[in-house]
């Protein structure tokens, strides 16, 4: 069994290690590859200092710093569902304040021994217990949040299996060191362990083999232009759109369809003409049952020919367009902002001016200025 136990931790090494490499090789700049990253070498020091045979045989006091960064790899899964579901994500100081502090926990546990006889003990352990709970938990609300807006199918595929497996190896591996007097996995529940991540790991690692990385990741460059920029109608409208490093088989491995075309000119005229942009709570399956269609098939059409990785990032393209309209027009300089926000189909102000000064680089009133001067 310790052979076998050997084994199976030296081959789920060897394909974290891949895993840390292919992300860090193809999306070097980008966040969600650097957290993918990090987290698949805090798995490798969660593995080797999970060993039985080492747990038992090296001071506790040695093992504070692998300890502490095996607690702390719950709050790297939850950062790293985040980034992968959030084309724009970023880290903020307090995601890494809680990885600190959750490691910070965890070393010291491990360097009191897991006292528990004392109530500070029983606290701080009861804390540790709660923590991979708790980030299952916001990994889960990060990753049905915005579910239904990715449009990239093999993402939503491999994202939906990191997060369910995800958390059931987290809640299963709870159970069972709550279950051990020390919470330690002995013998065979320790290479059941190994070989339950050894199987999700080698799942990601054939997978990111065959997904292109503008599939998992968005390109470094600027965003796809909207809709509201291409040509209106035909042919013309239609193409497959590539990142440079990219070829068209990597979108869902398929060319675009003969009725994809058609497609395009009906939602190019569904979205201008009749502005449903404006909808309030408007989603993929509401445009898709207008369109008479089904809702896989235009997303793919969403992302393979227009370019768009999110729904959001589609609707709000036609709703700012709007905007910047109204806000350069003299003839609606008196209108408020909010009025201008609200027509263009935002719910609230705040929404609309974060994504207005992302797309444009300023605010709604300094546009409105700018534009106004010049006309």
Aim: charged share 20%; with cysteine.
């Amino acid at each position: 069994m310790m052979l076998l136990d050997a084994a199976l931790r030296g081959t789920l090494v060897a394909l974290l290690a891949l895993v840390a490499v292919l992300l860090v090789r193809d999306r070097p700049t980008l966040w969600p590859a650097r957290v993918g990253a990090a987290l698949a070498l805090g798995l490798v020091v969660q593995v080797v200092g999970s060993t039985p045979a080492f747990e038992s045989s090296v001071p506790w006091l040695w093992q504070v710093p692998l300890v502490a960064i095996s607690v702390g790899n719950a709050v790297l899964f939850w950062i790293f569902v985040k980034a992968l579901c959030e084309d724009d994500f970023a880290p903020r100081p307090w995601h890494v304040a809680a990885w600190l502090a959750v490691a910070v926990l965890g070393a010291y546990n491990c360097a009191t021994g897991w006292n528990t006889a004392e109530v500070p003990g029983r606290i701080t352990a009861a804390l540790q217990r709660s923590v991979p709970l708790l980030c299952a938990m916001l990994a889960a609300l990060a990753a049905g949040s915005t579910w239904r807006l990715d449009l990239v199918e093999k993402r939503r595929r491999l994202r939906l299996f990191i997060v369910v497996t995800g958390i059931v190896y987290t809640v299963a591996t709870l159970g069972a060191r709550l279950a051990s007097p020390d919470g330690r996995l002995l013998g065979t529940t320790a290479t059941l362990d190994v070989l339950a991540l050894l199987a999700m790991v080698a799942v990601v690692a054939v997978a990111m083999l065959r997904i292109g990385p503008s599939e998992l990741f968005p390109a470094p460059a600027a965003a796809a232009p909207a809709l509201a920029d291409r040509p209106v109608g035909g042919a013309q409208s239609v193409g497959v759109v590539v990142d440079a490093d990219t070829d068209a088989e990597s979108f869902d491995g398929a060319l675009p369809e003969p009725g994809d075309e058609r497609l395009v000119g009906a939602l190019e005229s569904l979205v201008r003409d009749e502005h449903v942009y404006r909808l309030e709570g408007l989603t993929v399956a509401g445009l898709a049952s207008r369109l008479a269609v089904p809702e896989y098939r235009l997303r793919r059409v969403i992302n393979r020919h227009l370019g768009h990785r999110n729904f959001n990032a589609f609707i709000n393209g036609f709703r700012l367009d709007e905007a910047q309209r109204a806000l350069s027009d003299p003839a609606q300089r008196e209108l408020p902002v909010l009025t201008i926000a609200l027509e263009a189909g935002f719910q609230s102000i705040g929404p609309f001016n974060r994504a207005f000064k992302a797309a444009t680089g300023v605010t709604p009133t300094e546009f409105r200025r700018q534009h106004i001067a010049e006309s």
